[in-house]
């Protein structure tokens, strides 16, 4: 594998050096009734394609430049297990000429680390299950034509959700959608209506965003500045979610803290993670809530959900998410 990683990163130091444009693209069929729901296209970005299961440290990524496009799809009312998803798609990346330099799943892909390490167009318009999701890289030619592509497969309660990101050299490259389906639906605006709107403040909001998009953003939640302290206040999406779990005490959630992307990725996810143990607390002593029915993590700013080169959207940043993570 470290003969394989040292070979990939020079040949994206050659590629970041002499990348030249070239008119290539593929077209993957999914699922009749397969609904596009976010698509991002980028003529120049930087991209960290994991390319190796996640370590402590060292993630594995192999740096890339060039254009950079990505497409969600969510497939509805599917029994097809992730597995089966991806063998499909897998077997039209390698009749498309590519070839696998990497593939994992779940727990062996690094679990929770690998998935927020991963960079995807947002929930709820790409959802990942962190019990259940697949992952797969993929490159096509050598040097300044080689082109990445990136795979990423996952499932909620009936439905299933694929992920597509390709690289390819070139400002100038075209650049379009890369999947196509019988009966696609309309591309979602980013900046999800449940990011944009208030905190849940009622069990029935709370199950909606839960069952449906899988979280729900607590955006009533406020701390000390640079601190972990959560201020002592009644919190309805607390009282909300405290009922949630007391009627359906067989469900278990996540709760994730993010930050802005001020400051040293491990002091933030220290900090996010300290943040998400308070709310944690919080429910279990005042609220009553099952303790065995709660968890906390800390994603850090691995997960933005509005760009940190504003105020604004730094501080849409800094939140605490509630996950479904029961199936």
């Known amino acids: 594998m470290a003969a394989r990683v040292r070979k990939l990163l020079v040949l994206a ?9 070239v008119a290539s693209e593929i077209t993957l069929s999914l699922p009749v009734g397969a609904e596009e729901t976010a698509v991002r296209n980028e003529a120049l970005a930087s991209y960290a394609l994991p390319i190796a299961a996640w370590e402590l440290g060292n993630p594995h990524h192999l740096p890339l430049e060039g254009r950079v496009s990505q497409s969600a799809w969510r497939l509805r009312d599917t029994t097809a297990p992730s597995l089966q998803i991806l063998q499909d798609l897998r077997a039209q990346v390698l009749a498309a000429g590519y070839e696998v330099i990497f593939e994992c799943d779940t727990d062996a892909c690094g679990g929770f680390d690998f998935r927020f390490a991963m ?67 309309p591309v979602a605006s980013f900046g999800s209506a449940q990011e944009s709107a208030a905190a849940p403040t009622s069990v029935a909001e709370l199950t909606t965003l839960l069952e449906q998009a899988g979280r729900a953003t607590l955006d009533d939640l406020e701390f000390e500045t640079g601190a ?18 007391a009627v359906n005490p067989a469900r278990h959630v996540m709760l994730v803290g993010h930050t802005d992307a001020v400051g040293d990725l491990a ?61």
Not at 13 to 21: G, Q, W, Y
Not at 236 to 245: C, I, Q, V
């Open 13 to 21: 130091a050659c590629l970041a050096a002499f990348a030249t444009p």
């Open 119 to 185: 960079q995807l167009l947002p929930e709820p318009e790409m959802h990942v299950d962190l019990g259940d999701f697949r992952y797969l890289a993929a490159v096509r030619g050598e040097g300044a034509d080689a082109e990445h592509l990136a795979l990423v497969v996952s499932r909620s309660t009936g439905s299933g959700f694929v992920h597509l990101t390709q690289i390819g050299p070139g400002v100038d490259a075209p650049v379009g959608p890369m999947i196509t389906a019988p009966a696609p639906g």
């Open 267 to 327: 002091a933030n996810i220290a900090l996010s993670r300290k943040r998400a143990e308070a709310v944690r607390t919080r429910l279990i002593e005042v609220l009553a809530v099952n303790p065995a029915q709660l968890s906390a993590e800390g994603a850090g700013w691995l997960a933005p959900r509005a760009s940190n080169l504003t105020p604004e959207g730094r501080a849409r940043n800094r939140r605490v998410e509630v996950v479904l993570t029961s199936t």
């Open 228 to 245: 972990s302290t959560l201020q002592p206040a009644s919190y309805a999406s607390l009282r909300a979610l405290a009922e949630y779990l």
